[in-house]
């Protein structure tokens, strides 16, 4: 079946600086990837939409400039969490749409801590 | 995206005992999607349900998709601790938004 590949899966930081999140399909292709963020004992909250070779599509309230999205190919897409500070600490996962199922398929998440 | 409201938030149980969670929306879905999360990991598809007064079941959990195409639950029978995580409910064509979610923790 379809799999997403994340890593890191956990990663610390100092305040300032920038962190690289990435996301790979490793048995489809995903023109098309998600990125949500979900803070403890909450919901998953969409950030943004992922398009493979074109810009993404940020969700309300979300800041391009600090989260910045890639996706270059169709089987990677990446998540920069710019100038990091922490409140920016949370739980990042990726996800494509798994065609065969209907439903999407979800990367393993990165935890982020901010000191 | 449309909202989905899920209830309870919480819910706790004796191994054993049943549990549903429930899902509305105040516009009509195109789908509904239910995924599990179990503590530290990532959101599980478990199903999708498409049609009006769709029903499945997969083993003890059975998945029904209201007449209206505005509500959804999921029941399990008779938990076991394994069935321990958050249960999310998911809708949207173009991008998929979640419901709050509700926590099942298990008494054994």
């Known amino acids: 079946g379809a799999v997403v590949s994340q890593h890191p899966s956990r990663v610390i930081c100092k305040s300032g600086t920038s962190v690289k999140i990435e996301c790979r399909s490793l048995d489809f292709q995903a023109t098309t990837m998600f990125w949500y963020r979900q803070f403890p004992k909450q919901s998953l909250m969409l950030m943004a939409t992922s398009n493979e070779g074109s810009k993404a599509t940020y969700e309300q309230g979300v800041e391009k400039d600090k989260f910045l999205i890639n996706h270059a190919s169709l089987t990677l897409s990446t998540l920069t969490v710019t100038s990091a500070h922490p409140e920016d600490s949370s739980f990042y996962i990726c996800s494509a749409a798994n065609s065969g199922t209907g439903g999407y398929t979800f990367g393993s998440g990165t935890r982020l801590t901010v000191v | 995206g449309q909202q989905v409201m899920q209830i309870p938030q919480y819910q706790h149980v004796q191994e054993g005992e049943d549990f549903t969670t429930y899902c509305n929306s105040s516009t009509t879905l195109s789908n509904i999607q239910w995924y599990k999360q179990r503590p530290g990991g990532h959101p599980v598809f478990l199903i999708q349900?498409?049609?009006?007064?769709e029903v499945k079941k997969q083993k003890r959990l059975t998945f029904q998709f209201g007449e209206a195409k505005k509500n959804s639950s999921l029941h399990i029978t008779a938990t076991q601790t394994t069935d321990v995580g958050t249960y999310f409910c998911?809708?949207?064509?173009?991008?998929?938004?979640f419901g709050q979610g509700t926590r099942l923790t298990i008494n054994p």
């Open positions: 998911a809708q949207g064509a173009q991008k998929l938004v």
């Open positions: 349900l498409v049609k009006s007064g």
